[in-house]
């Protein structure tokens, strides 16, 4: 419907801004209707995120990847400013210093994420150097080659075949319950938006602030001890 209405994923980024702008004014009132609003915009950004993911047209434009660079951080910074607003309304003292917490962890847990996904450095010491002073990084030498076996002959080659069973079923589970508990380490956006809202619902903006922290130390430490996870693009 949008496509036909000649509306881009860049116009779905905007549409997702303005809604983390209403859910963040919302927030502020530290209140149950402020905070189920707020939740329900929340969730309303993640629609549009997932509506973006899918639109067929300007999937590679330039100005669609700047927009959702540019537009992705904004949009959870303003709504973490209006927790903080709403917090401090709701008299807690320490609001503000609970939302540069979080804000600082989400810094670290982003600079590790880039940092660990950049690529490796060349292992050519000597990037100047002519072809033939380089060292050879190894030779590959051909394996032994069978001979056929001549005519008359009773050679037979027996090829082992996997048995099909439970076992492979049970492998795709395991691995799909692996994939997904690295995605909720990897602690994305969505997650920390999901994570907002039923803080917030079920509690209050210390609370949401608090578990933002303990997220991206989950985070970090994720990637540190098991590297192999990323996170998606946007």
Known sequence: MLERRHVTRSGVTRISLVAAVAAAVWFSRADAVGA???SALLGLVLCCDAVRARMRAHRRDALTVWTVSMVAPLREYVVYVGLAFGAAA?????????????????ALRDALLVA??????????????????RRPEGLRLPGPRVPPPRDGSSETVTRV???????????SESL???????RI?????????????VATVA???RIAFLSLVVGCVVAITGELVD???????P
Do not use: C, K, Y
Request: overall charge positive; charged content about 15%; cysteine-free.
């Open 161 to 171: 075949r996997p048995v099909a069973g439970a076992e492979p079923a049970e492998t």
């Open 116 to 133: 660990r996904s950049a690529p490796p450095a060349s292992s050519n010491p000597n990037p100047l150097a002519l072809p033939s002073q």
């Open 176 to 182: 799909s319950l692996i994939h997904l508990a690295r």
């Open 90 to 106: 709701a008299g807690f003292a320490s609001a503000w210093g609970w939302a540069a917490g979080a804000l600082i962890a989400l």
């Open 227 to 233: 590297p192999s996870s990323r996170e998606p693009r």
């Open 185 to 197: 380490m990897v602690f994305g956006q969505p997650t920390r938006f999901l994570v907002i809202a």
């Open 36 to 38: 189920a609003a707020g």
């Open 203 to 205: 509690f209050d903006a």
